[in-house]
């Protein structure tokens, strides 16, 4: 029909004109309303009361194949109301089996059911009762929902305009017309005032969901996703003859366990985005007292590497979450053959000829090859798998368009790679898009969580699970989590390590998960991080600060404290107080909380002091150390003052000589300073990183024409090798994390050795700015 005759056709029944153009312009809605219309009119006059009905299945029906038995019942009038029918479209969601089980239909859907007006006044008689008290004290400005909710319950199938008039008429007996009193303005009490100060705004309610853990989010999510088993609820699952079948099979090895994968490609270090979607799939089974599979998505042979598969694992473990099983898509290769053997013979793919470039885009020419008969298609794959055919000279298509326009998808091709685990057995190799689903269905994934642009590939998931006829999971989407200031793709990473900018996947200058360990970066803030990004189908687009809080907050309560010099300037202290020239000083670890242990530090009569906390003459905003200004040593107990300062031949000073007094003896010092012992403190290497590029999108070609590696900024690494450290240090193992005081958080490097020791700067402490 044209859409003209299907506007006056949906007049015709009852729409609106208005109503009845905008349904025209939805054509699945529009189509399934025709289909409706004509059904009903096989055995009845499709009046207004009847059109109506017809609309809201056609818009709220979830599964087409249940149509026919729905609109036999609206069409007989056993299906009367909007109550009898949204009964009804709550039991087939249900219930999705074909065919229906009509008596039960029928019963679920009030068939026969009928509801007196003796009935009707009754139980808004006692509800009326119920609530007397209020409805006296606040007469016409009473809340009626309430009570209209409870009498929807009691009476399930009643007409609903017949409940309302006969509670507006109660309360009308009751308390009489309205008066002048009635339609004047509400006082605005102190209860008003009360639920208004209580009231949250929306900044407060985000802050309270950023706060809540992110198991308590994904227990949340839980609500919003289709319970183990209910697959067949979800918007846009395909049911099948076999659905429930096979659903029955999936819940029986299951036991309606929640069960997920992480399922990464084997060709890269996993990066900060990888930690959103570790923490969502690993989260949510360990939320919901499921089980996730690390899963590697071995399909590529010719660019996976044994340091990527244990890197990985690696990572996730790093990260607090221990996989119920590591699998492999390789592990399913010859169940995967078979699958597309089945998907051959149902005429729904094909061996094609066409190169790569010719059919890669949105719109590639149509195969030509692809109504070939199934026998042929069947011998070229055959001739595939046992290595007679060119790589490059054919594939095996499906038959189907993905949601975002790609025309038959490729399922199978040759490479003539040996495959890191299964050796030269196969040279034909799944795709994603083939793969992705049925492993997912042999592994019998409840929530196959992905990011969102999968979305585009929902229901091509739930059409090739349907096609070879095996249980199809659910398909779920979540919004990325990108950085600016940064690059995590794996082809750009290594060309600023082949351009010699960055050394490795882990250089802490990066965003990959290594190499944010290697800095000094700890899970605990990284899943913290996630959790602040919380549950959402929204891309985010975050600046490195969020990352760094999360990161400082983790780092104060777990980082003990210790003393470090970068640049370092020699004291002696002339009247030392001890014969013996050291004192053993006990420092608090943590000096808020001295009950989490202490370490000691020697205090001797040459220290170290950072060469920052010294000025010939301090001006009225300088508080440290100074010819003309005392200076407090932490943690010591003791005051400095100046005698003389050394100086080189070049001017600079290269040694202090200097008197100290107790802190009792003295008067309150502007400043504490921290400091080493020049005789027992360890030699070290500090690096210091900074930002890798000057743009917060330097893969944007409008903002950095050039490309991204002419964005790096230069000098971003800054290695300090005469920096001094205490020597309470000297035993610690690599990645290690300390708060040298006054200066930063320091992670120990893998470089360390057993003569040197190395550290990173994590992140410096956050100081208000122009602080002396």
């Given at each position: 029909r044209i859409m003209p005759d299907l506007a006056n056709l949906f007049v015709s029944v009852g729409l609106t004109e208005q109503k009845a153009k905008e349904t025209v312009k939805n054509k699945n809605v529009s189509a399934t309303f025709v289909e409706a219309i004509d059904l009903a009119k096989k055995s009845c006059e499709v009046d207004k009361s009847i059109g109506g009905l017809l609309y809201q299945i056609s818009t709220r029906l979830k599964h087409k194949e249940h149509l026919p038995v729905i609109v036999k019942f609206v069409a007989g009038k056993k299906i009367k109301t909007e109550i009898q029918l949204s009964c009804a479209l709550d039991y087939l969601k249900n219930n999705p089996s074909i065919p229906v089980d009509e008596q039960k239909f029928s019963d679920a859907s009030g068939v026969g059911v009928e509801i007196s007006p003796a009935q009707?006044?009754?139980?808004?008689?006692?509800?009326?009762?119920?609530?007397?008290?209020?409805?006296?004290?606040?007469?016409?400005?009473?809340?009626?929902?309430?009570?209209?909710?409870?009498?929807?319950?009691?009476?399930?199938?009643?007409?609903?305009?017949?409940?309302?008039?006969?509670?507006?008429?109660q309360i009308l007996d009751l308390l009489g017309p309205k008066t002048e009193a009635d339609f004047g303005p509400v006082a605005k009490g102190k209860k008003e005032k009360k639920e208004k100060s209580g009231s949250k705004s929306g900044k407060e309610e985000e802050q309270q969901w950023e706060?809540?853990?992110?198991?308590?989010?994904?227990?949340?999510?839980?609500?919003?996703?289709?319970?183990?088993?209910?697959?067949?609820?979800?918007?846009?699952?395909v049911i099948t003859d076999n659905t429930m079948r096979l659903m029955g099979e999936h819940l029986k090895i299951t036991g309606g366990q929640v069960r997920t994968r992480f399922p990464p490609e084997p060709n890269g270090i996993l990066h900060i985005g990888h930690a959103k979607a570790i923490n969502f799939n690993f989260g949510y089974a360990k939320a919901n007292d499921g089980i996730c599979f690390l899963r590697y998505d071995d399909t590529n042979p010719e660019k996976e590497e044994e340091k990527f598969f244990t890197?990985?694992?690696?990572?996730?473990?790093?990260?607090?979450?221990t996989p119920y099983k590591v699998t492999h898509a390789s592990d399913y290769f010859q169940e995967l053959y078979d699958l597309a053997v089945v998907l051959i013979k149902k005429d729904l793919a094909y061996a094609c000829h066409q190169k790569y470039e010719e059919i890669k885009g949105i719109n590639p020419p149509p195969s030509p090859w692809r109504n070939r008969p199934i026998s042929e298609s069947l011998a070229l794959f055959e001739d595939m798998r046992k290595g007679k055919l060119d790589e490059g000279s054919t594939t095996i298509r499906m038959k189907h368009i993905m949601e975002d326009g790609k025309q038959d998808p490729v399922a199978y091709r040759i490479k003539f790679t040996p495959h890191h685990r299964t050796g030269d057995k196969w040279c034909i190799y799944p795709t994603y898009d083939f793969t992705h689903c049925l492993c997912d269905s042999l592994e019998h994934i409840s929530h196959s969580l992905c990011t969102k642009e999968f979305q585009a590939r929902r229901s091509s998931y739930f059409w090739l699970c349907n096609s070879v006829d095996v249980y199809c999971p659910v398909q779920w989407e979540y919004g990325r989590l990108n950085l600016q200031y940064t690059v995590v793709s794996k082809r750009k990473i290594q060309k600023l390590i082949d351009a010699g900018i960055v050394r490795d996947w882990d250089d802490p200058r990066l965003f990959t998960l290594t190499a944010l360990r290697r800095r000094g970066f700890p899970p605990e803030a990284l899943n913290d991080f996630c959790a602040k990004v919380g549950v959402t189908g929204n891309l985010c687009i975050l600046e490195p600060t969020m990352l760094e809080s999360c990161v400082r907050t983790t780092l104060n309560n777990t980082a003990p404290r210790v003393m470090a010099v970068l640049d370092p300037l020699k004291i002696t202290i002339t009247n030392f107080p001890s014969d013996e020239g050291s004192i053993e000083i006990k420092v608090p670890n943590f000096p808020a909380d001295e009950s989490r242990g202490?370490?000691?530090?020697?205090?001797?009569?040459?220290?170290?002091?950072?060469?920052?906390?010294?000025?010939?003459?301090?001006?009225?905003?300088?508080?440290?150390?100074?010819?003309?200004?005392?200076?407090?040593?932490?943690h010591a107990g003791l005051v400095l003052t100046l005698d003389r300062a050394v100086k080189g031949d070049n001017g600079d000073v290269t040694e202090l000589i200097v008197t100290c007094k107790s802190v009792e003896e003295s008067p309150k010092p502007k400043a504490f300073i921290h400091w080493v012992s020049a005789t027992s403190s360890l030699a070290c290497e500090i690096r210091v990183y900074s930002r890798l590029f000057k743009h917060k999108n330097p893969e944007d070609p409008a903002v950095v024409p050039g490309g991204f590696v002419t964005d790096c900024n230069s000098n971003t690494l800054t290695v300090n090798t005469a920096a001094r450290v205490e020597a309470s240090v000297k035993n610690s193992k690599v990645f290690d994390k300390f708060q040298f005081e006054r200066l930063g958080y320091f992670c120990v490097d893998p470089d360390t050795n057993d003569n040197k020791i190395v550290f990173n700067r994590t992140i410096p402490l956050k100081e208000d700015p122009g602080k002396n």
């Open positions: 009707v006044e009754e139980v808004i008689e006692n509800l009326v009762n119920e609530n007397k008290a209020e409805l006296l004290s606040q007469r016409y400005r009473f809340n009626t929902g309430k009570i209209l909710a409870t009498a929807r319950k009691l009476l399930k199938f009643a007409d609903g305009r017949i409940v309302k008039s006969e509670l507006d008429m706060d809540r853990s992110l198991m308590e989010q994904l227990r949340g999510a839980a609500l919003k996703f289709h319970k183990p088993g209910e697959n067949y609820k979800t918007e846009g699952y890197g990985i694992l690696a990572m996730v473990k790093w990260l607090g979450y202490h370490h000691s530090s020697n205090l001797t009569k040459s220290l170290y002091i950072e060469r920052t906390d010294f000025m010939d003459i301090a001006d009225k905003n300088y508080k440290r150390f100074a010819s003309n200004q005392s200076v407090g040593l932490r």
